[in-house]
């Protein structure tokens, strides 16, 4: 709310509370109040206890207190007596399913993360980049028996060879696979037998020739979900069903938000840390994904779908440990081999996580992508699948930046080449540029019957110009001497690789930051973490979540300092700073 000078608040009444404000900035002991709220203090009472704690229930529980709670406050004592009550109701509410179940809500609206459609073609869900197992029906001669899609005809031969496998979803249960489904090969004719098989007539993977499911047929999927379509039962591709992947892939960055706060962790580890919350069938996706760039080790440990291993790390209080429901925390790493943690098992969000490589003057592939929290996952980076559109979505929902056109009347330079440094373009890419090129290298390559994720410069993908759609659009769009591909034409030359450069360059800055050289979305979630943009942001979000209106940055500048920094010296913890919030004169007031 914009105050303006009337009659009844004069202009040197309006300034008052700032001066207020100053002189009680040291005071931890003084609930921080907004200019705003306290403009009107004099005439707006503090809500009744009965009120107050309606709000409490509805803040953090999203829902009204029962009647006996309203009648226990009525009858306390005294007012001491009903403000420790209303502080209690704060406690219990914090520690409550139904704050975490909020949270997960929450999360949603702050980060819109569609539904992750790659893979996602004709009937069936390919996402998860493994073989699909189908059940034999009832009535043949090997029913409920598993087959791979080009080998249905076995469920009517009674001799078809078979094997008693324990699959990784179902630890415990001996399941007869037919075929070659059954085979543990790891390599076949020079293959990797980890590779999925890509086949122009089926929307559906098989393993490659002389390769099956592998051990614990980790290179298949089996959905617990199935639907009869055509004479075939195919995996069921909807997102109402929790233990779909599809559905869990979409969960992923909302689930580590509710996480994070509810496990007391920092919440900048959102944007730098080198962990996530998964679910098994999520897990084996990411497994999965990591052996599409040729790392093998992830999927050929068992440690990864057991749960002595995975149900030992915290998860969300809506499951119990091991439950392969549960969002348990897993450093990436030990999942994508690719997805570089950089200090070892340890879920860390570390701003000294630094991995450097400039493919301008260095020859080979990195050795990974770093993790980097939501930036890195499967379905923000498949939501928003160009370089540019990241930035754009992040950079309004991590640091509150607005995109909007130019002033009438602004003149710009002519527009050659470069939309960061010419034309009317550069009003939003001087922002937009230097924090896409974080975003470079993660793309997706369109086979025929669905899309496989690729991180440029890694695994087989590590050559550019091979003929793949893909390749071709890096090289169309990523042109040199221009601030999102900051590569001279000679570099090119040399090193086709130099394209998929993908941190800032000292002569450039974002935020007015200079950064350390660390490479893909991590370089971009240090930047935002160390200029200060994420926790003003994250401030301004939460306040207006909790307290129920924005902060408005044109008059309440100096008290959104105060917040951010409350914030930061409660170690980004979310419950703390909700708790915080929820003792300020504005959500007492009823704002």
């Given at each position: 709310?914009?105050?303006?000078?009337s009659?009844?608040?004069?202009?040197?009444?309006?300034?008052?509370?700032?001066?207020?404000?100053?002189?009680?900035?040291?005071?931890?002991?003084?609930?921080?109040?907004?200019?705003?709220?306290?403009?009107?203090?004099?005439?707006t009472?503090?809500?009744?206890?009965?009120?107050?704690?309606?709000?409490?229930?509805?803040?953090?529980?999203?829902?009204?207190?029962p009647?006996?709670?309203?009648?226990?406050?009525?009858?306390?004592?005294?007012?001491?007596?009903?403000?420790?009550?209303?502080?209690?109701?704060?406690?219990?509410?914090?520690?409550?399913?139904?704050?975490?179940?909020?949270?997960?809500a929450?999360?949603?609206?702050?980060?819109?993360?569609?539904?992750?459609?790659?893979?996602?073609?004709?009937?069936?869900?390919?996402?998860?980049?493994?073989?699909?197992?189908?059940?034999?029906?009832?009535?043949?001669?090997?029913?409920?028996a598993?087959?791979?899609?080009?080998?249905?005809?076995?469920?009517?031969?009674?001799?078809a060879?078979?094997?008693?496998?324990?699959p990784?979803?179902?630890?415990?249960?001996?399941?007869?696979?037919?075929?070659?489904?059954?085979?543990?090969?790891t390599?076949?004719?020079?293959?990797?037998?980890?590779?999925?098989?890509?086949?122009?007539?089926?929307?559906?993977?098989?393993?490659?020739?002389?390769?099956?499911?592998g051990?614990n047929?980790?290179?298949c999927?089996?959905?617990?979900?199935?639907?009869?379509?055509?004479?075939?039962?195919w995996?069921?591709?909807?997102?109402?069903?929790?233990?779909?992947?599809?559905?869990?892939?979409?969960?992923?960055?909302?689930?580590?938000?509710?996480?994070?706060?509810?496990?007391?962790?920092?919440?900048?580890?959102?944007?730098?840390?080198?962990?996530?919350?998964?679910?098994?069938?999520?897990?084996?996706?990411?497994?999965?994904?990591?052996?599409?760039?040729?790392?093998?080790?992830?999927?050929?440990?068992?440690?990864?779908?057991?749960?002595?291993?995975?149900?030992?790390?915290?998860?969300?209080?809506?499951?119990?440990?091991?439950?392969?429901?549960?969002?348990?925390?897993?450093?990436?790493?030990?999942?994508?081999?690719?997805?570089?943690?950089?200090?070892?098992?340890?879920?860390?969000g570390?701003?000294?996580?630094?991995?450097?490589?400039?493919p301008?003057?260095?020859?080979?592939e990195?050795?990974?992508?770093?993790?980097?929290?939501?930036?890195?996952?499967?379905?923000?980076?498949?939501?928003?699948?160009?370089e540019?559109?990241?930035?754009?979505?992040w950079?309004?929902?991590?640091?509150?930046?607005?995109?909007?056109?130019?002033?009438?009347?602004?003149?710009?330079?002519?527009?050659?080449?470069?939309?960061?440094?010419?034309?009317?373009?550069?009003?939003?890419?001087?922002?937009?540029?230097p924090?896409?090129?974080?975003?470079k290298?993660?793309?997706?390559?369109?086979?025929?019957?669905?899309?496989?994720?690729?991180?440029?410069?890694l695994?087989?993908?590590?050559?550019?110009?091979?003929g793949?759609?893909?390749?071709?659009?890096?090289?169309?769009?990523?042109?040199?001497?221009?601030v999102?591909?900051?590569v001279?034409?000679?570099?090119?030359?040399?090193?086709?690789?130099?394209?998929?450069?993908?941190?800032?360059?000292?002569?450039?800055?974002?935020?007015g930051?200079?950064?350390?050289?660390?490479?893909?979305?991590?370089?971009?979630g240090?930047?935002l973490?160390?200029?200060?943009?994420?926790?003003?942001?994250?401030?301004?979000?939460?306040?207006?979540?909790f307290?129920g209106?924005?902060?408005?940055?044109?008059?309440?500048?100096?008290?959104?300092?105060?917040?951010?920094?409350?914030?930061v010296?409660?170690?980004?913890?979310?419950?703390a700073?909700?708790?915080?919030?929820?003792?300020?004169?504005?959500f007492k007031?009823?704002?």
């Open positions: 709310m914009r105050l303006v000078p009659s009844r608040f004069p202009a040197a009444l309006l300034l008052l509370p700032v001066v207020v404000m100053a002189c009680a900035q040291d005071r931890s002991d003084v609930p921080a109040t907004s200019p705003g709220s306290a403009s009107r203090a004099a005439i009472d503090p809500l009744s206890p009965t009120r107050q704690l309606r709000r409490i229930h509805l803040a953090l529980r999203g829902r009204t207190p009647l006996a709670d309203y009648e226990a406050l009525l009858a306390a004592a005294d007012d001491s007596a009903r403000s420790a009550m209303l502080n209690q109701a704060v406690e219990d509410a914090l520690t409550s399913v139904e704050f975490y179940r909020q949270l997960v929450y999360g949603h609206d702050l980060m819109p993360i569609n539904d992750y459609a790659q893979g996602f073609s004709w009937m069936t869900y390919l996402g998860n980049q493994a073989g699909h197992l189908f059940a034999c029906a009832a009535g043949t001669a090997n029913a409920g598993a087959f791979v899609p080009d080998e249905s005809a076995l469920c009517d031969d009674a001799g060879v078979s094997a008693m496998v324990e990784w979803w179902a630890l415990g249960l001996q399941l007869r696979v037919l075929g070659k489904a059954r085979l543990t090969a390599t076949s004719n020079g293959q990797d037998c980890g590779q999925v098989d890509y086949h122009f007539q089926h929307p559906s993977l098989n393993p490659a020739a002389g390769c099956g499911c051990p047929l980790v290179y999927s089996w959905s617990d979900i199935e639907v009869e379509r055509n004479g075939m039962r995996n069921d591709n909807t997102m109402d069903n929790d233990g779909h992947e599809r559905r869990q892939v979409w969960e992923e960055a909302t689930r580590l938000f509710a996480h994070l706060a509810w496990h007391d962790r920092p919440l900048s580890d959102l944007v730098v840390g080198n962990y996530s919350v998964q679910p098994l069938r999520l897990r084996h996706m990411t497994v999965r994904a990591g052996r599409m760039t040729g790392a093998t080790q992830a999927d050929a440990a068992p440690g990864w779908f057991q749960p002595t291993t995975y149900g030992t790390t915290p998860h969300d209080p809506e499951h119990q440990a091991g439950d392969p429901e549960a969002w348990h925390e897993v450093v990436l790493e030990t999942l994508h081999p690719k997805m570089l943690s950089l200090v070892g098992n340890t879920p860390s570390s701003l000294e996580r630094v991995y450097r490589f400039d301008r003057v260095e020859d080979g990195p050795a990974g992508w770093p993790a980097a929290g939501v930036l890195t996952t499967m379905a923000s980076l498949g939501t928003w699948p160009r540019r559109v990241r930035a754009a979505r950079l309004e929902i991590l640091a509150c930046r607005e995109f909007s056109p130019p002033p009438p009347g602004v003149a710009f330079n002519a527009f050659e080449r470069d939309p960061a440094s010419e034309g009317s373009c550069q009003h939003c890419h001087k922002t937009l540029d924090a896409a090129i974080h975003f290298r993660y793309d997706f390559w369109e086979n025929s019957s669905a899309q496989r994720p690729v991180i440029g410069g695994g087989v993908f590590t050559a550019l110009g091979n793949t759609n893909v390749m071709g659009r890096w090289a169309k769009s990523f042109v040199y001497d221009t999102l591909t900051p001279t034409q000679a570099q090119l030359t040399a090193r086709p690789q130099a394209r998929l450069m993908d941190f800032l360059p000292p002569d450039q800055t974002l935020f930051m200079q950064s350390d050289g660390t490479m893909g979305p991590l370089g971009f240090k930047l973490v160390q200029s200060g943009e994420f926790d003003r942001c994250m401030t301004r979000r939460l306040y207006e979540r307290v209106r924005p902060l408005d940055p044109a008059v309440e500048n100096f008290y959104i300092d105060l917040l951010t920094q409350k914030f010296d409660e170690n980004r913890s979310l419950r700073f909700v708790r915080y919030l929820l003792q300020t004169d504005d007031r009823g704002l």
